[in-house]
């Protein structure tokens, strides 16, 4: 039996895990700095899976590697993995996995520096073609709210962090 979940996209009625693919996934960020110049930024390398029961989305884990972040700026790339900023020695990955997910939101716990505390994002899923389809969150995340801060520089860079994950999935 096979049941449609949106824009014609058919799983079979049971329990399927898929991977995360690397190469169709985006996780891009903004940030202010200095309030009017704002810094754009990506990770490259995730990994995770996601788990659908029927037509349901169950579960969504993910690691992030943060020695992947990308600026278009190598210096600054590599200012923001050092211990001051990001830390990528002490906490090599960004980590999220859900704990409960209802209708478009999926609420879990994302460990960010060391520090994990239960966010709610917002989801859709996305067809990308007849095979693929990809799970897109557009979220907002404070750094005060994970104890980003930043020494002398922390007056100059914006607490409020928007976030565009691009989930894409394959059959594991």
Not at 60 to 69: H, M
Not at 102 to 110: D, H, P, R, W, Y
Not at 112 to 135: A, C, M, S, W, Y
């Amino acid at each position: 039996m096979f049941l449609g979940l949106g824009q014609g996209i058919f799983i079979d009625a049971q329990i399927k895990t898929y991977l995360v693919d690397e190469s169709l996934s985006e996780i891009t960020f903004k940030i202010k700095h200095m309030g009017v110049l704002t810094v754009e930024g990506q990770f490259q390398n995730i990994e995770g899976t996601i788990v659908f029961d029927a037509n349901e989305l169950v579960r969504l884990e993910s690691k992030i590697a943060v020695n992947s972040i990308n600026t278009s700026n190598k210096s600054r790339d590599e200012t923001l993995i050092e211990e001051s900023y990001l830390n990528s020695k002490a906490y090599p990955e960004i980590i999220f996995y859900s704990e409960r997910i209802e209708k478009n939101e999926i609420m879990g716990k994302l460990s960010l520096r060391g520090v994990t505390k239960i966010i709610n994002l917002p989801f859709t899923i996305e067809f990308v073609d007849d095979n693929q389809f990809r799970i897109v969150i557009a979220s907002t995340i404070a750094r005060d709210y994970f104890d980003l801060k930043f020494g002398s520089m922390d007056n100059l860079i914006g607490n409020e962090i928007k976030v565009d994950l691009k989930i894409a999935m394959k059959l594991n």
